[in-house]
């Protein structure tokens, strides 16, 4: 009885329409692909994410902990000008002052006559007073 069809059915039915026993293959097939979807587009944000870390690794330490404040800003407030900030300051490069300063600097200790050292110069030591 269970192959027993109504007498108005047509002859020809499509693959998708669900048999009496209640297993849907579309159904089956749609879930999988949504959740599929869902991890591939999950995968897609968060590695488009990453993307001005990982261009700041050839930077400097403190360049590098810069945009990953705004970019972690970013991810939790959903504030798209973050990102584009963290991306802005990973594609330019900062130019480098100190070096060029440190080296003013020790040409005018050289013409001075002075050593340069390293470490700042000791303060001299006090004498205990009588009370």
Do not use: C
């Not at 587009?41 to 690794?57: C, I, K, N």
């Amino acid at each position: 009885m269970s192959d027993a069809r109504h007498p108005l059915a047509p002859d020809h039915l499509p693959p998708f329409v669900t048999a009496a026993d209640g297993s849907d293959y579309l159904f089956t097939v749609m879930v999988f692909f949504v959740v599929g979807l869902i991890l591939l587009l999950g995968v897609a944000y968060f590695t488009l994410h990453a993307l001005p870390e990982r261009m700041a690794h050839k930077g400097n330490s403190t360049q590098l902990q810069l945009i990953s404040v705004l970019a972690m800003l970013a991810l939790f407030t959903h504030n798209n000008l973050f990102w584009v900030a963290a991306l802005a300051i990973a594609a330019f490069r900062p130019p480098d002052i100190v070096t060029p300063l440190n080296a003013i600097a020790q040409a005018l200790q050289n013409m001075a006559g002075r050593a340069a050292r390293d470490e700042a110069p000791e303060a001299p030591a006090q004498e205990p007073r009588d009370a």
